[in-house]
């Protein structure tokens, strides 16, 4: 095809771009990922049968701030990384502010407790499988991501793939909330980080190959 | 054909609002720019050259959600055009020789760059790669093949042997190329 053929066919069809389009795709992409992911909770793990209970406590906002947060920033990263010459990216660097915050409330935790029980206010019923099923939850979203960026043009392939995984990791330990009943700032701090860290960085493994356009 | 920026965004914006004649003359209008911005990087193989703008007008077209109507049109032009030319060399692995990378380092500087808005964004992809490597390459690189000194000045500003500038030119661009060809595998 030559490249006035080309431009003819191309400018056959020019539907109009709302403003705003690639936040709604990437929204669109998020939240069709986790209804997934929330499907997968309802349905495999079980939603915490003391949710409007719970939804009254310190400890369940608590770990929705801090998950709800670094969502929200990945989102946002993802938009950035989203666009050919995303430009600079230094206020990324705000996503530290959840981790410092849970941080300092873990260690305001820790000071109330005896020693004694340090162990078992780190380690709670379930470290050994939440950052697994953090991860878990994370597919769908990512999945969800990838379609998003098909109309979409990233073009440092690593970066954006990692801000997908810790986006879609993000949501994920939010909707894993719904199930896991954990309360300690310390527990959230290292499990469900490590959850969110191991979706970020298979993102950024994947991102190159799965992201190419 | 119009050809500037303010022209270029204004048919861009009208493509948006789905605009289908805007929008043709947008691709027309891209046709001799991004022929001359692959003719230069590609020394001449016209069917790669025409591949590419035909690639490229394609990506403009299709993936015109990823423009941010607030910002350059050219700026997002040229980094769609410039990601297709990496991705044109990683397909074609065997191409991305010293020679190659050497040229994409010269074009990245701000004597030759189209405009601003490119030099700039060009430059602050040559400053990731570089980032990659030793302070001591990035530094005889940029010198040499940036910033256009001879190797002897590279020396004298950074205190080393003449030597010792070229065999780190030269390890630098061995490791960027290797870099190119290796992450994408």
């Keep these: 095809m030559n490249t006035e053929q080309l431009i003819a066919a191309l400018s056959a069809e020019v539907p109009r771009v709302p403003r705003h389009a690639l936040a709604k795709r990437i929204a669109i992409g998020v939240v069709a990922g986790s209804l997934a992911a929330m499907v997968l909770v309802a349905m495999v793990l079980g939603i915490r049968p003391d949710l409007d209970i719970a939804m009254r406590s310190f400890a369940f906002w608590m770990k929705w701030t801090y998950s709800l947060s670094l969502a929200a920033g990945a989102a946002y990263a993802v938009s950035r990384l989203a666009r050919p010459a995303p430009g600079n990216l230094r206020i990324l660097w705000l996503l530290a502010v959840p981790v410092l915050v849970l941080l300092g409330i873990g260690i305001g935790e820790l000071a109330r407790t005896p020693p004694g029980e340090w162990r078992a206010l780190w380690l709670g019923h379930s470290w050994g499988i939440c950052p697994f099923i953090v991860l878990a939850l994370a597919v769908p979203i990512f999945a969800g991501l990838l379609w998003s960026f098909r109309r979409l043009a990233p073009t440092r392939l690593r970066a954006a793939g990692a801000a997908a995984g810790l986006a879609a990791g993000a949501w994920a330990a939010t909707i894993y909330c719904l199930h896991c009943g954990e309360a300690s700032a310390i527990f959230v701090l290292t499990w469900y980080s490590l959850g969110i860290l191991l979706a970020t960085a298979i993102g950024a493994l994947l991102g190159p190959r799965v992201l190419r356009w | ?185």
């Design chain 2, 1 to 185: 054909m119009p050809d500037g920026e303010a022209e270029l965004k204004c048919l861009m914006l009208a493509g948006l609002d789905g605009d289908a004649t805007a929008q043709a003359a947008l691709l027309r209008a891209l046709v001799p720019l991004l022929r001359s911005f692959y003719g230069h990087r590609m020394r001449g193989a016209r069917e790669d050259v025409e591949d590419l703008v035909q690639e490229t007008l394609i990506a403009v077209h299709t993936r015109r959600e990823s423009f941010d109507r607030s910002r350059p049109f050219t700026a997002w032009l040229y980094a769609v055009a410039r990601y297709r030319m990496v991705d044109f060399f990683r397909r074609r692995r065997d191409l991305v020789s010293l020679e190659t990378m050497e040229m994409a380092l010269a074009e990245s500087g701000f004597l030759t760059a189209e405009s601003f808005e490119e030099a700039s964004s060009a430059r602050m992809d040559v400053d990731a790669l570089l980032g990659t490597l030793s302070s001591k390459q990035a530094r005889a690189i940029r010198d040499t093949h940036v910033e256009g000194k001879t190797a002897a000045e590279a020396a004298a500003g950074a205190g080393l042997s003449e030597s010792d500038v070229k065999i780190s030119v030269h390890r630098g661009l061995k490791a960027l190329a290797a870099r190119i060809k290796g992450s994408r595998k």
